[in-house]
């Protein structure tokens, strides 16, 4: 292969001069997503509601603009990505993402059962993975239109292929102190659908909308969760973080161009079993 042809391959991947708006910009995986747009010259403005995990995501991100912001919040939605004027890219990765949390004797404080699961709680992950995703898309929409061009990518999720495999979540000694509970796999479902639907809306432009869907990251998980987890996956293992980096550059640069309405599925194997 020649060097010009090289070149014209990796400037495929050069977002130099794009704007990339990244919601949940203090989780796991929206900083490592604004690092690999911030790497490909992207220029990132990281957002979320939690001020002091925001700012030290964008801390280490050289350029990264933090923006505190409820994507739940509509008026504060609408004005806060009109201020951003043109907007290349949106990555909506915000999300409730349940897990287990003990209280001091050891027992879940909200055990994700199904048949006592809070309504709250419910509307919670509804309003921020749905209702969050939608009023953010809405609003880079409309700049994206005038541009006349523009990507999204959605963060879904394995569980919104698979039902949660509820095992993993047994202690040691085979307690079912945690389930998944069922707003996660809903929502994540919902935004494959959301996905899909923008994407056709946008029939005969240059908006492309994706989703990627990632599988589990270790994120301080306990030995006995990450054994498990593993053993569901095809590669025996769960993700690091950064594994994702080219995943989403990938979706976010003129390597997808010929891509939208479609999901990409990184996820170790666990649904190819």
């Known amino acids: 292969m ?29 900083p490592v997503f604004g690092q690999a747009l911030a790497d490909a010259g992207a220029t990132v403005v990281l957002i979320d509601k939690n001020a002091d995990g925001l700012a030290r995501s964008a801390a280490t991100i050289e350029g990264a603009t933090p923006l505190v912001l409820d994507i739940t919040d509509e008026a504060a939605v609408e004005t806060a990505v009109a201020k951003h004027g043109r907007i290349d890219i949106l990555i909506n990765a915000a999300a409730v993402n349940p897990k287990f949390e003990a209280d001091s004797s050891g027992t879940a404080r909200d055990d994700g ?29 409309r700049s994206m239109e005038k541009s006349g061009c523009g990507t999204i990518v959605n963060i879904a999720s394995h569980y919104g292929l698979r039902g949660p495999d509820q095992r993993i979540y047994r202690d040691a000694d085979g307690n079912q102190n945690f389930f998944k509970p069922v707003d996660y796999s809903v929502t ?17 432009t240059s908006i492309r909308v ?21 053993a569901r996956t095809v590669l ?9 980096r080219g995943a989403i550059l990938f979706l976010c640069s003129e390597a997808s161009s010929y891509m939208t309405g479609a999901n990409l599925i990184v996820d170790g194997g666990w649904t190819a079993l």
């Open 188 to 204: 994540k479902a919902g935004i494959l659908g959301f996905t899909r639907a923008v994407a056709t809306y946008y029939r005969g």
């Open 236 to 244: 025996g293992r769960m993700a690091e973080p950064d594994e994702y």
């Open 2 to 30: 020649s060097d010009s042809v090289k070149r014209h391959t990796l400037n495929l991947f050069n977002l130099t001069g794009a704007r990339a708006l990244v919601t949940g910009g203090a989780g796991l995986l929206g």
């Open 210 to 230: 994706n989703a990627l869907t990632p599988g589990g990251a270790i994120n301080g998980h306990d030995a006995a969760f990450v054994e498990q987890y593993a």
């Open 113 to 141: 059962a199904f048949t006592s699961y809070p309504l709250e709680n419910w509307q919670r992950s509804m309003d921020v993975n749905l209702t969050g995703a939608f009023l953010m898309t809405r609003a880079a929409c």
